[in-house]
């Protein structure tokens, strides 16, 4: 059976598992943003191995080893979101740039 839980611990529960994003865009613009650095990151992939295969075209015919050389050296950016902080956290550094008088709300 499920225990009853008081206020307090629910509180506690809930500064502790609740998450924050605390980067520098609002929690909506995060979810574009996260969206369009991954289409970014394989955009300019398939365009460095487009570049890549493009200047082999010229060799008739194509060796093989060559194209696979020439798109294992073409690097992949890497991009991974922050994670999100706890919201305990998260009210502590607001409190501490609120004392410091930063003006910036996080």
Known sequence: MKRHRTPQEKKALSLERDRR????????????????RKQWVNQSHRKAVHQELSALSGH??????AVESAVASSKRHHWRKTPDIPL???????????????????
């Open 60 to 65: 008739l015919p194509a060796d093989p080893e």
């Open 21 to 36: 994003n605390v980067v520098a865009e609002s929690q909506w613009g995060g979810r574009d943003a996260i969206a369009r």
């Open 88 to 106: 305990g956290e998260a009210l502590l550094l607001r409190r501490s740039r609120s004392a410091t008088g930063d003006g910036s709300d996080a």
